[in-house]
């Protein structure tokens, strides 16, 4: 069994800033990307920070400037630094991982429970 828990959600006032971190826990062989996704209400989740297992990485439009995406392997951990956050950030941010559970199985993709985060004064 894999789990995915996010934490550091929470209230800001715009231009400040939050930190997320995702931890994977459980049979876990190898872990390829992870990224952070959000969902505002009324909308489709979308994309927001990926960072593949060579630490390249991959940002929305919306956060380029602003987030930065960065994880541990040693840890499972991904992180998700977010600053000068406008109200338009406003969603719940859900952590995603592809990985294997064994060295002989395939990648699956496997998300968080989501974590709020509110922008708001």
């Known amino acids: 069994q894999v789990q995915l828990v996010e934490s550091g959600g929470g209230l800001v006032q715009p231009g400040g800033s939050l930190r997320l971190s995702c931890a994977a826990s459980g049979s876990i062989f190898s872990i390829d990307a992870m990224g952070w996704y959000c969902q505002a209400p009324g909308k489709q989740r979308e994309l927001v920070a990926s960072?593949?297992?060579?630490?390249?990485?991959n940002y929305a439009d919306s956060v380029k400037g602003r987030f930065t995406i960065s994880r541990d392997n040693a840890k499972n951990s991904v992180y998700l630094q977010m600053n000068s956050l406008k109200p338009e950030d406003t969603a719940v941010y859900y952590c995603?991982?592809?990985?294997?559970?064994?060295?002989?199985?395939?990648?699956?993709?496997?998300w968080g429970q989501g974590t709020q985060v509110t922008v708001s004064s």
């Open positions: 960072i593949t297992s060579g630490d390249s990485t």
């Open positions: 995603n991982a592809r990985l294997k559970r064994t060295w002989n199985g395939r990648f699956s993709y496997y």
